[in-house]
């Protein structure tokens, strides 16, 4: 078990590392203001229309990196400095959240997969680790047959939503390769605010990355410990 140990410990220092050098990157290109003088309520609803898109608003919500697509709602939601700032960042979120609602609109397999999925992971992801633990205890403290199914249903949650954070990836890559051609296409950013943008995106999409493979590697572990009593 050791050598899991050390998994986690590299996951969760390369976790550190992406999450610190995205604010870093963000926070950098906050302060290059985009020549256009667009925002990123602006930017977003000019890529709404740009793509025949009718049926969806753009929203301010509290917070920072609050920013995401409601499909059920219609509504793109930008958090309040994205919404509001006319740089380089707030334009890469921005076409970046309506890449998922042009996704919608598209019927993209792999959002539509994603968003069948969310009512199951919802509640896998509250009770997966519980269910997990229960099934430890039943097998040290009262029945190792009860005790191994309980904790193999738990790995099966668990598994939905390590399941889930993969079919995440192919969308959230996808939404960003949409925002970055529309931006380049339209002529909405300069050649040098594209490559901010694009760096943004690319630093954003990485911390998925970096939560997959945590999420497959706690599973396995789950899986071996399971192994391991069986």
């Known amino acids: 078990m050791m050598g899991y140990y050390v ?8 976790s550190w590392y992406v999450s610190s050098t995205l604010k870093k990157k963000f926070k950098k290109y906050s302060k290059q203001h985009l020549q256009n003088g667009m925002s990123g309520a602006e930017i977003a609803k000019q890529m709404l229309e740009d793509h025949g898109i009718n049926d969806v ?3 301010s919500t509290p917070g920072q990196l609050t920013d995401h697509y409601d499909p059920r709602k219609k509504t793109v939601n930008l958090s309040e400095s994205v919404y509001n700032q006319r740089n380089a960042a707030s334009a890469a979120v921005a076409a970046h959240e309506v890449g998922h609602a042009v996704q919608h609109a ?7 997969m994603r968003s069948q999925l969310v009512p199951v992971v ?3 992801a509250n009770y997966s680790q519980w269910v997990i633990f229960g099934g430890l205890i039943l097998f040290t403290m009262v029945s190792a047959g009860v005790g191994q ?3 193999l249903a738990g790995i ?9 954070s993969f079919i995440t990836l192919p969308v959230e890559y ?8 529309w931006l380049k296409n339209e002529n909405i950013v300069t050649s040098n605010e594209y490559k901010d943008s694009e760096d943004a995106l690319k630093w954003a999409a990485r911390t998925y990355v970096v939560a997959a493979i945590g999420s497959l590697a706690t599973l396995l572990y789950f899986i071996m410990i399971y192994l391991g009593r069986d």
């Open 156 to 164: 099966i949650m668990f598994g939905m939503g390590t399941l889930f």
């Open 106 to 112: 598209k019927a993209y397999s792999w959002l539509t």
């Open 149 to 151: 199914i309980v904790l």
């Open 174 to 181: 996808d939404a960003s390769n949409r925002a970055l051609a």
């Open 7 to 14: 998994l986690i410990g590299a996951i969760m220092l390369i």
């Open 57 to 59: 608003k753009v929203i």
């Open 122 to 124: 919802q509640v896998a």
